[in-house]
């Protein structure tokens, strides 16, 4: 019960991270807090949020929610969860709770973040969608905000190359926002997972997007911007990646398009040019030298080097099996089980199946 209790604490105004700290520290938990009597609750809060905590201790209303979560197939992970992620944690400010439809990914496996423009270009779409499809093949995650444009395209890219991604809403994971979305917002919860900070029920309005940005951000350790325009909320995600260390990729535009002023600006700042998926693979440490990738199509199962025989032996003929599960199986890194599969896949030895994981091929 006590993750239901720190939900009821991020449902009261004014409670945010550094308030939740200082009660969880003086009252030990948050079930300690509902339970505390008004008096000592005061003395830590004497504000209007030390009465809202106090007023808002409504047990029927509290069942409510957990019922709805359950009617929903929705997880909450507070930020003392196990499950709650890693990076998310590094930022400034991060919430003290999410609510998650479908599942996390791992936090050793690579997330970037897809962003840009709503009212795209069909240059900039195609972009996306196949920088995206390239990552899906290589078992990154893509993060973004499901929104028209960019964010679209790179969820579609990567679900289409047989990868997951994760879509970080600006309301409740229940409601899906834009409407015309719906049918993506289904094949994401399939293969990855809808992330909010607020609650179900909460409605998309303009003030909880910059919120939801910071998420994105957090979530990713690197970000990919694809068209910005001048005043673009893209940008203000591509500074708070840059403000919590995360690397920023920029694909280069038309100078002429009012699409390309945010980007192109990004790249005078100094941040590198993307053009193709193999650059942040590249980036990312899990590809290969191009005689690299000679040599491994000139190599037969005879002669494979141990690391390969490893990962090849645990691979069926017909129970696909993902790079995950791999990892666990062996207790090694993703990046060096991505690696050997990338090499294994390029000789010849492993086809992936999307959304499934690897078969010997035929």
Known sequence: MEEFYLMWLT????VGFKRANQLLEHFGSAEAIWQAEPAEIRKIASDKTGELIITSRDEDQLNEWIIELEEKQIDFYSYWHPRYPKMLKEIYNPPLGIYVRGELPDDDIDTVAIIGARKCSRYGATVAHDIAKDLGKANIVVVSGMARGIDSEGHRGILDGGGKTIAVLGCGVDICYPSENRQLMERIIENGCIVSEYPPGMPAVPGNFPARNRIIAGLSKMVVVVEAGKKSGTLITADMALDYGRDVYVVPGNVTSALSYGTNALIKQGCPIITEGSDILMALGITYKEEEKEKF???????ISAEEKEVFDLIEDGTPIPAEALCRKLHKDI???????????????????PQAGYVRAN
């Open 11 to 14: 449902h009261i105004e004014g």
């Open 297 to 303: 199509k000139r190599k037969t199962a005879e002669n």
């Open 335 to 353: 990046q060096e089980v991505q690696y050997i599969l990338s090499l294994l896949e390029l000789s010849g030895y492993i086809v992936k199946v």
